[in-house]
Each structure stands twice: as structure tokens, then as C-alpha cells.
């Protein structure tokens, strides 16, 4: 599991998170919201490891493998099945050694052979046609060069690549913003089937309804959890701070009522005993 204790997270001046403590199960599929600057995308910094927490400690599981979609493309002549297969770095690590590696060193080749097959090395074509498939692409472009698309289906490639990926943490920083209907709906029954631990950021509530079972809400430098999808998390929280509310206004109504009476009776010998008290 991802467990934060004490987190304290700032950027410059401003504190994101203060002290704070938060738990994500495996398999869990994640929500993370809260308003502009709040905090979300500087999270997903600290999960990758890119950036220090400034107190606290946030615990990955060493064994855990994180995928991410990648914000800028600089292998713009690749085929695009090519592209997305690169998402697999230990597929490629693999055949890559198994390609340089001399037809003598027979012992060393059926290693890297046993391991290819453990990788699905095989099927590897096949599985990124079908993650290219479902976000659009036909299949006569599969084996187009990544600078023939235009930026928005360039990072749908970026997507497939990630989703390629092997991987127990899947983080996405606003996953459809370049989606049609189509591939937002198959990119819902893809991460529904996904094994592993899923934590999204969106602005489309419907997309983060429909895919999210927690929801962390960043509230006054807090992670606030919350069991179930967006309108969920809308319905807990207002409950949240209706309860708030009638807690302050009693509070407010009973420090009404002792200020009352420590004004009349303060400088009443009898009664400044209890005055003080109270």
C-alpha cells in the first residue's frame, strides 16, 4: 500500500500539504481532487519520485512498478505500434541483450529466451494494436511515424504507451483530455480491468465518477478520503460540513451563553469564583 505520515509538501512559499496522513490500498482506484494549484499534479511529482517531501514520509512498496504518461514526445520518427510498445522498457531491455548477445553464448540465449516468453514478448505487437485500437487510431496508421499526428492524438499515443507499460501504480494527469466519446468509454472498461492501483486526476467529473472508488480531496492542506465515486465524495462532503456547522453554531450558541455570564456576574464576590472557572 501507499501509506503518507505526517506529509508536509510546499511549493515555494505556499504549503500544499500540512502534516497530514493518508493510506491507498492495492487495487484501489483513486480520485484526487481539489481546486486550481491545490496540490494534485506536485503529488503525482512526489509519487515519482521527482521531487522531495519537505517533512514527513510518503511509502511505496520497492517491488511497485509506476507508470505515467509522458508529457512531451521527442521520438517523433518511430512507427506509432513501435512507440507504444517502448512503453514495456523491460521488454525492450530484453530484446535488445537477446539482439546483441553472440549466437555462441548458448546458456546466456536461453536465459534471455526464457525470460522473453515470461515478458509476453510475442503478443507484444498485438496487445499495442489493441490499446491503439481502442483509443482511436485505424489500423492503417498504426505504423505511421509519431510526427504524422497532430499534438492531441500524439498524446493519445503518449497514453497507449503508458497503458503498455507494466505496472502495480498507474498515476493519470488528465487521461482524456484529447479523447472522443469513443475512447473515453473504452479507457473506462480498460482501467476497470487493470489489476493494479490506479490514481487519477480529472477535471471531467463523469470520467472520475465513473472510474474512481476513493476520492482524496486536497481541504485546507489536507488529503480528506472518501469511499466511492465523485458524486459520492459531493454528497459525503456536504454532509461533512453540514455537521461542521451545526458543531460550530453550538459551539458559538454555548460561548455566547458563558461570555453572558461571565459578564454579570465577574464582579460579583459570590460568583467570581465561577466567572473565572468558566
Known amino acids: 500500500m501507499i501509506r503518507a505520515t505526517g506529509l508536509t509538501l510546499r511549493r515555494g512559499t505556499k504549503v500544499l500539504l500540512d502534516d497530514t496522513d493518508f493510506v491507498v490500498n492495492p487495487g484501489e482506484r483513486v480520485g484526487i481532487v481539489g481546486k486550481n494549484g491545490a496540490g494534485k499534479s506536485t503529488l503525482f511529482a512526489l509519487l515519482q519520485g521527482r521531487l522531495d517531501a519537505d517533512a514527513g514520509s510518503l511509502l511505496i512498496p520497492a517491488s511497485w512498478r509506476i507508470a505515467s504518461v509522458e508529457q512531451e514526445i521527442s521520438d517523433n520518427d518511430m512507427p506509432a505500434r513501435e512507440f507504444v510498445i517502448d512503453g514495456d522498457t523491460h521488454l525492450r531491455a530484453l530484446q535488445a541483450e537477446r539482439a546483441a548477445t553472440p549466437d555462441g553464448n548458448g546458456h546466456r540465449i536461453a536465459e534471455l529466451e526464457s525470460a522473453l516468453v515470461e515478458a509476453d514478448a510475442w503478443s507484444a505487437p498485438s496487445r499495442a494494436e489493441q490499446l491503439l485500437a481502442g483509443l482511436g487510431f485505424a489500423p492503417d496508421e498504426w505504423m505511421n511515424p509519431v510526427r504524422s499526428f497532430s499534438g492531441g492524438w500524439q498524446m493519445r499515443l503518449a497514453l497507449a504507451r503508458a497503458l503498455m507499460a507494466p505496472s502495480e501504480l498507474l498515476l493519470l494527469d488528465e487521461p482524456t483530455n484529447h479523447l472522443d466519446l469513443d475512447a473515453m468509454l473504452w479507457l473506462e472498461r480498460w482501467l476497470a480491468a487493470y489489476q493494479g492501483t490506479v490514481m487519477l486526476i480529472s477535471h471531467d467529473t463523469e470520467f472520475l465518477d465513473a472510474v474512481a472508488k ?46 453572558s455570564f461571565i459578564d454579570r456576574f465577574k464582579a460579583k464576590a459570590t460568583k467570581a469564583r465561577q466567572a473565572q472557572s468558566r
Open 214 to 259: 476513493i476520492i482524496l480531496h486536497f481541504d485546507q492542506a489536507k488529503l480528506v478520503r472518501y469511499r466511492g465515486g465523485y458524486e459520492d465524495f459531493l454528497s459525503q462532503r456536504a454532509e461533512r460540513l453540514r455537521q461542521s456547522r451545526i458543531a460550530w453554531d453550538r459551539q458559538t450558541r454555548e460561548a455566547a451563553r458563558l461570555q
